[in-house]
């Protein structure tokens, strides 16, 4: 794309935005996993262990999303940029 005229931000968007994308999916995929996981280990504490005080997944999990998300995003997008500026020099 280079060679016939294009600029190496037309060529970097979609990239960019595909390690976004990658990043939030992995940042969701893995809050699902903690969000059930964690809602179980609090089903069976409560249950067996019901002496021993247990966050609620709810508050633990809302904790996590304000990090695990931008985290995600910007692993996605700081992988796509040191890509692309390693194989962009044409």
Do not use: D, H
Request: proline share 4%; net charge positive; aromatic share 18%.
């Amino acid at each position: 794309m280079k060679y016939v005229g294009a600029t190496e931000w037309f060529i970097r968007w979609p990239f960019l935005i595909e390690g976004l994308v990658m990043g939030l999916t992995g940042a969701a995929l893995s809050l699902l996993i903690i969000y059930y996981g964690y809602q179980a280990v609090v089903e069976w504490a409560n249950s067996y262990i019901y002496f021993v005080p247990v966050v609620p997944y709810a508050q633990a999990v809302y904790s996590l999303l304000l990090i695990l998300l931008p985290l995600g995003i910007g692993l996605g997008i700081f992988g796509s940029a040191i890509s692309m500026r390693r194989f962009l020099k044409v």
